[in-house]
């Protein structure tokens, strides 16, 4: 299946991938110094490097060898006091001997303790690495949701993705109708479209946490987890299952998808575990996703602005029995009808 979201697009302008380099021509949009778009953010184009701590780590068997060297060495001074010579000079060796041993073990254990970072940050670029290519693909799904709702284009030029998802995102996408079809080839309605890209997204979560559970932290491992428990974007999924998913006798009542009560609360919690996915990601990877890479408002991508919102006729008799967080009434009963 292809579609004009997903479709590779070759890059000439020279940034991240360009076969080659421009010459910056007068008409091209001005850009930073450091060479992208200045409409993008430094936080969303360029991946910010994991600080390596520079903290030495005590533990309790350094904590051991450091105080029975500097106990010898008290035992020492105490012995040359007391006229003891051959007891200073066995207690100096001591405290010469375990401050050794304190200082070889320190140094062993910070080595190993590094490495070990920089393997778990390796093969956490690994892991991560390979959700990007369908991280991409969601995001642009939900910007597509955006474009076949909203009636028009924004007018302000977006400098992040996170402003994509603002208050009139998600009053607009309330009207996108997902019977009708979405721009892609073969031709399918966009509920179906759009839970097969969730369900392959989700498929991937799955794969990386198969593969990697083990060499992955706690807090990547929770993120991803919470990929995978999302409730408006499983509620998709959920309604694609359903074959007949529209019967003729509710026609346009499960149309307009996300218009069902409570789906728009559980809409944000998504978009907002998916961003900050993201951000983590970004961190992660040469190659980070920012705005330029979705190609919101180009008018040869995507189809037309609008293209599958309800009319008002439709929105009139629409009845959307999508509901989150509280159970459907049951058929028959006056609110079910």
Known sequence: MTSPFYRTRPRTNGSRG???????????????????????????????????????????????????????????????????????????????????????????????????????????????????PLTLQLLELLCAWFRAAVKRPPERELAEIREVFSNDYY??????????????????????????????????????????????????????????NTHALSLIVSLASLTPWKPPAVAHRTDNVLAGEGVEEAMREDVETLLSFVSKLNQCIARPITIA???????????????????????????PMIRIGRRLPPPGSPTGQ
């Not at 778009?37 to 450091?66: C, D, F, G, Q, Y």
Request: net charge positive; proline share 6%.
């Open 18 to 132: 360009g076969d080659r380099k421009s010459k910056s021509p007068p008409c091209r949009r001005k850009r930073d110094k450091d060479g992208a778009p200045s409409r993008v953010k430094m936080s969303e184009r360029v991946a910010n490097p994991r600080p390596t701590s520079e903290l030495v780590i005590m533990r309790p068997r350094h904590w051991t060898l450091l105080l029975v060297a500097i106990l010898s060495a008290a035992g020492s001074l105490a012995a040359s006091h007391a006229s003891l010579p051959w007891l200073g000079s066995i207690g100096s060796n001591l405290a010469a001997g375990f401050l050794g041993s304190f200082l070889t073990v320190l140094l062993i254990d910070q080595a190993i303790a590094k490495e070990r970072d920089r393997e778990n940050r390796r093969v956490r670029t690994l892991a991560l690495g390979q959700l990007r």
């Open 171 to 228: 009053q607009e996408v309330r009207f996108l109708d997902f019977s009708k079809p979405a721009p892609i080839s073969p031709p399918m309605p966009w509920l179906l479209h759009s839970a097969t890209v969730i369900k392959e997204f989700r498929a991937a979560v799955d794969s990386v946490l198969d593969k990697y559970a083990l060499f992955l932290d706690a807090e990547t491992l929770e993120m991803l987890e919470s990929l995978g």
């Open 293 to 319: 890479d979705l190609y919101l408002w180009r008018p040869d991508v995507g189809g037309a602005f609008g293209a599958a919102r309800m009319t008002d006729e439709e929105i009139a008799r629409s009845n």
